[in-house]
């Protein structure tokens, strides 16, 4: 299993300019989430989903879109990046087992720089 | 304030030493607590769970308060692997919107 896996690695933008970060998981997880992870601000969400055609907002949904067309599948698009968007991007995935739901499983990441 | 709150150190002690860090609450809606460990430009990987009666694993032990509203991690007899962010997690409920990360607590363990 690959696991949580998030492309790419590494992207700058310049203000202004959309992309799509990729998130997949090969867990059969029905629960996934987008976070940012800022220096001294913690991991933040920015929209999560609890299914396939199901998502919501997270707590800073601003400038971000998330479709869920598959289980497997849960791309984060920045729609006109700013330099506020600069971070570095977690994806992660979690059963809804109540009875394990509480480990998310974390891609590596994704470090964007917005110029 | 920040609903969980951790001292961000970074605590820097000798190999075999013993650490202890501490997270605090503020909503005692809590429902479950987690320690999660983040190496360097790396993923968060969960450490372990933290329960109301307390619980080790290794030379790793998780304490929960509810009365005071904090958990804490010990590490004895530390190792140059056991330099990391350890983050606090406290979950008030199934949805991921109810799942608050800590800002984390750097440790740095020296020859």
């Known amino acids: 299993n690959a696991g949580v896996t998030q492309t790419p690695k590494f992207q700058v933008l310049k203000t202004g300019q959309s992309m799509t970060l990729q998130c997949a998981q090969d867990?059969?997880?029905?629960?996934m989430s987008w976070y940012r992870q800022d220096p001294g601000m913690g991991l933040r969400l920015i929209h999560y989903?609890?299914?396939?055609?199901?998502?919501d907002q997270g707590e800073v949904p601003n400038g971000y879109n998330v479709s869920r067309s598959t289980t497997e599948d849960f791309p984060l698009r920045l729609l006109s990046a700013a330099p506020s968007q600069t971070s570095v991007y977690f994806c992660?995935?979690?059963?809804?087992?109540?009875?394990?739901?509480?480990?998310?499983?974390f891609g590596p990441g994704t470090r964007l720089t917005v110029l | 304030r920040k609903e969980v709150e951790q001292d961000p150190g970074p605590f820097n002690v000798p190999e075999g030493a013993t650490v202890a860090f501490n997270c605090t609450y503020s909503?005692?809606?809590?429902?479950?607590f987690f320690w999660y460990r983040q190496d360097c430009r790396k993923e968060p990987k969960l450490l372990m769970s933290?329960?109301?009666s307390g619980n080790e694993d290794g030379r790793f032990t998780a304490q929960l308060n509810r009365a005071s509203q904090y958990i804490s991690l010990l590490i004895r007899d530390s190792k140059l692997s056991d330099s990391a962010t350890y983050l606090c997690?406290?979950?008030?409920?199934?949805?991921?919107?109810?799942?608050?990360f800590g800002s984390g607590t750097r440790l740095s363990i020296r020859p």
């Open positions: 992660a995935s979690r059963t809804a087992d109540p009875l394990s739901y509480n480990e998310q499983f």
């Open positions: 933290v329960y109301s």
């Open positions: 867990m059969n997880h029905e629960y």
């Open positions: 989903s609890v299914g396939a055609g199901i998502t």
């Open positions: 997690v406290v979950n008030r409920g199934s949805s991921a919107s109810k799942i608050i």
């Open positions: 909503n005692s809606a809590s429902q479950s």
